[in-house]
């Protein structure tokens, strides 16, 4: 997972100053976070898989494709 989250974030160009702002967490905790120090929370995750357009099962190593899940749709009221 560490260095999935690392190469999807060098892809973008992003430091990891840039992407510890979006997550509002510090530039080391960012860093800790791919160095496996502590455990990503699962808001994290979640921010992540959307951010990057895959899915926390391929942050995880749950699978190797990187293509997301099909987004749930929100119900509409006249849905009802």
Known sequence: ???RIRNLREDRDMTQKEL???LFVS???YSA???GKVNVP???LRF????FD????YLLELTDNPTPYRRK???????G
């Not at 992540?48 to 951010?51: D, G, H, N, Q, R």
């Open 1 to 3: 997972m560490l260095e």
């Open 20 to 22: 510890s702002a979006l």
């Open 27 to 29: 530039r080391s905790t």
């Open 33 to 35: 976070y791919e160095l």
């Open 42 to 44: 699962a808001e994290t």
């Open 48 to 51: 992540l898989a959307l951010f």
């Open 54 to 57: 895959t899915s926390v099962d």
């Open 73 to 79: 749709q929100k119900k509409g009221k006249a849905d």
